[in-house]
């Protein structure tokens, strides 16, 4: 690790130390090397050393691992953190650590595009979501958050980009459900949206999907 | 020989991994996304396992099924099963007029193919929200 990166990774440490646990940042048994901008192509033991790149499965292997992904993922939260309450920052690394660890990761699942978890946080932001979704993945690819208010639901599919992919179900005043779904960019989701009250999903004082 | 349709009143098994369901603050299940029912590029069906081909009682056909399932793809313990009847699949995806057939494979006496299966994203997660379904977790069948 050079000068910089060690820099880079000590002032991320520091900005976390007060909010997370060494546990949560850590996958699969191991702390993440956090390194800004670029993600971590090959597995770092303790001592630094190389140990090669998990082998995948899946006929649409990607060059990075889990552990590689949630680097960037963690990466990507901390360069945008002065916008996200330190619960919320804590909640959605804990599930992302949960998705991605290998007690629950499937491995012919292709791994979410590596700028995923960057347009759910964008997401986030042009919507003023408060509430953390359950997270998950399509396995073709992209993130995806879904949030639950009684038997309305509502999935964003995040891809690379700021592609996204919708698929809501809304009951509307005659008691029947309504059905939408659909693929935009993520400056127009909250147009896509309005006609479906949105709040609901995203802003109804609890936390959880 | 051709293929055996099975009824509407036989059930199917549906293999959801974790990243596929939706879980609530203590990680509890909530439901299933829709892409536990999307057919991967290289598929023409949906793969699932039939619970009537055992000859046992209800809950342990469903668990043998589970069991061949596993088999051909390896669980984990946070793995899921989706367990519905065949009628209550017909009957959210009427429109496809799908078919369930009994088409076993080496060693996976039980698989099953949905053929017909369609792949509009809206009618899918009307599968995933509306289809009466029991969920059972690998971790609490097989410890």
């Known amino acids: ?209 | 020989m051709a293929p055996k349709k099975l009824d509407g009143d036989h059930r199917i098994v549906r293999q959801v991994p974790y990243s596929r369901w939706i879980r609530g603050d203590n990680n509890e299940y909530l439901g299933v996304l829709y892409s536990a029912f999307t057919l991967r590029e290289t598929d023409s069906y949906l793969s699932v396992a039939w619970c009537e081909y055992f000859n046992l009682s209800a809950e342990e056909q469903a668990r043998a099924a589970i069991f061949e399932l596993r088999a051909a793809r390896p669980d984990k313990k946070s793995t899921g099963y989706w367990i519905a009847k065949i009628s209550s699949i017909e009957e959210v995806l009427s429109p496809h007029r799908i078919r369930a057939l009994h088409e076993p494979v080496e060693g996976f006496n039980s698989h099953a193919a949905l053929r017909r299966w369609p792949e509009d994203d809206e009618l899918l997660a009307t599968l995933a929200q509306e289809a009466e379904a029991d969920f059972l977790l690998s971790g609490d069948l097989f410890g």
């Not at chain 1, 909640?91 to 012919?108: I, P």
């Not at chain 1, 809304?170 to 939408?180: C, N, Q």
């Open chain 1, 1 to 209: 690790m050079n000068r910089e990166s060690f820099l880079e990774c000590a002032m991320l440490r520091q900005r976390y130390s007060a909010e997370l646990r060494h546990d949560d940042l850590s996958i699969n048994g191991r702390a993440p090397e956090l390194r800004g901008g670029t993600i971590a192509r090959k597995a770092i033991e303790g001592n630094g050393e190389f140990t090669g790149v998990r082998p995948s499965k899946s006929p649409h292997a990607v060059n990075y691992t889990t552990r590689g992904l949630f680097e960037k993922c963690i990466t990507d939260l901390s360069q945008l953190s002065m916008h996200f309450s330190a619960d919320t920052r804590l909640t959605l690394t804990r599930r992302l650590k949960n998705l991605l660890s290998d007690e629950h990761w499937d491995d012919s699942d292709i791994l979410p595009a590596e700028t995923a978890f960057l347009t759910l946080l964008r997401c986030m932001l042009l919507l003023n979501i408060k509430r953390i979704p359950s997270l998950g993945t399509n396995g073709k690819g992209s993130l995806s958050a879904t949030w639950l208010d009684g038997k309305n639901r509502i999935t964003l599919e995040c891809g690379a980009k700021d592609e996204v992919a919708y698929v809501l179900s809304k009951t509307v005043a005659e008691g029947k459900p309504e059905r939408a779904a659909g693929h935009t960019k993520v400056v127009r989701l909250p147009k896509v949206l309005e006609a479906y009250d949105p709040k609901k999903w995203f802003d109804n004082g609890s936390k959880e999907a």
